[in-house]
């Protein structure tokens, strides 16, 4: 399919297994995503989601199949497809040596953008995080939902059009989650990113997503909704998704 930013074709993953043969942890999966699309991606745990993000973002290839990322092979594109993707990952990965500032700069700074300009746009996203007054503390000294929200702002300053998002607010507190969620729906909303966002929950997946892709253990697509497209009422939806993830 032309278009697609992200397209996967036939694409399996495995792992080796402890015992000996392989792990599928993703099983021939299709799946094209277009430009400015809001995909909610919601599974068991195990299922495959995370490994994903991986593929797509180049720290992995697929033992089978292949990835595109606006058109390239985002395994051999790596340096090519630098700040094009933004991640938030399932833990916040800050590094524990650097203060929460220059962390929420570290996608800036690896873009080469010049360091006044880096801090302001990663205070900026502090401040919009509710941070404003740690920039200067290290992971340590913040909580764990602080610490989620570093990782979100260093995701959401850089103006990377295709932004991964793997259950970033499930560590927060519900208001705080809350808040975030509309902050994230403005940002790729007003700025037309590309977003997929994997989540657990039902409720959040309908609110963030504009389609919604089930998978089943191994990652296979056991439903593939556009939500905007619906007719069907809020309970005959959460319904097929909640039958979906049963299966
Ligand atoms: N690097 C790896 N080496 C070996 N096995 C792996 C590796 N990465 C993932 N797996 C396995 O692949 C399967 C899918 O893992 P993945 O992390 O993608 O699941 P997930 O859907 O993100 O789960 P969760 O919802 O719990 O985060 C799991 O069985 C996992 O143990
Ligand atoms: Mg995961």
Known sequence: MTGAEILFEGVSKWFPAAR?????????IDLAVA?????????QTGCGKSTLFTLIAGLARP?????????RDPFRAFAALRGRIAIVFQN???????RALDNAALGLELMDVPPAERHARAGHWLARLGLSGHERDY???LSGGMRQRVAIARAFATDA?????????SALDELTAQRLRAEFLSLVTETG????????????????GQRLVVLRRPARIACDLRLDAITA???????QIRAALAA
Do not use: K, M, Q
């Not at 400015?36 to 991606?41: N, P, Q, Y």
């Not at 009422?233 to 319904?239: K, M, T």
């Open 193 to 208: 990113r590309t977003a997929i966002f994997i989540t657990h929950s039902i409720s959040e997946a309908l609110e963030v």
């Open 20 to 28: 000996g043969g392989r792990l599928v942890a993703v099983d021939r």
């Open 35 to 43: 430009r400015g699309e809001r995909l909610a991606l919601l599974g």
């Open 233 to 239: 009422g809020p309970d005959a939806i959460r319904a």
């Open 161 to 169: 059009p295709i932004l991964l998002c793997d259950e970033p607010f």
């Open 139 to 141: 992971p340590h000294a």
């Open 92 to 98: 916040d990965r800050l590094l524990p040596w650097r």
């Open 63 to 71: 033992s089978e199949g292949r990835v595109l990322v606006e058109g």
